[in-house]
């Protein structure tokens, strides 16, 4: 039996949901790269999530321009479980700066297909502080404690499959 399970947020941003292909690859990456996907939504950021979001930018030069374009079209957005999943994305991401993942990560998800600082592919929470506080923003009917508590055992067992059409892991067994 492996370890504890641990959640991140993932988002993907507006410019590769407008890329079929790319969003697919990205989505195959997650499964290859031995995450579940717990819960998933398309959706549209709004200025006001868009600002709760982005609280800890906001006296910075990009902020206007990050919450301009993160408001711009779909999001994809997962909470993801494996075990230390908040490193393992973070790692599969891609350093944030897109010219420096192209150069030291190039096969990262930033390295080959994000197009700028802002457009760059995907999101990923940093701490296990702000993977909480940025899935109640996008999930507020999800409670962590009651998924460690309830479901994290069949996700760690393997007893869920996933249901390709909506791309979520859903619990198969009791056993």
Not at 3 to 21: D, F, R, S, Y
Not at 46 to 52: C, L, P, R
Not at 94 to 105: D, E
Not at 112 to 126: E, I, K, M
Request: glycine share 6%.
């Amino acid at each position: 039996m492996q370890g504890h399970l641990q959640l991140t947020l993932a988002i993907i941003k507006p410019h590769v949901m407008k890329v079929p292909h790319v969003l697919q690859k990205i989505r195959n990456l997650i499964l290859s790269n031995g995450f579940y996907v717990v819960q998933r939504k398309s959706t549209f950021m709004t200025e006001e999530v868009a600002t709760t979001f982005y609280a800890e930018h906001r006296n910075k030069f990009f902020y206007n321009r990050l919450v301009t374009f993160m408001c711009s079209g779909p999001l994809e957005v997962h909470i993801l479980a494996r075990q230390d999943a908040i490193k393992v994305w973070r790692n599969l991401m891609g350093p944030t700066k897109v010219y420096h993942a192209q150069f030291t990560a190039p096969m990262s998800i930033r390295g080959s297909f994000g197009l700028s600082d802002t457009r760059n592919a995907v999101h990923g929470s940093d701490s296990l502080e702000s993977a909480a506080r940025e899935i109640k923003i996008f999930f507020p009917g999800f409670s962590i404690d009651r998924w460690f508590l309830e479901e994290e055992e069949y996700f760690r067992k393997g007893a869920v499959k996933l249901c390709e059409q909506e791309f979520i892991h859903n619990i198969i067994s009791i056993s």
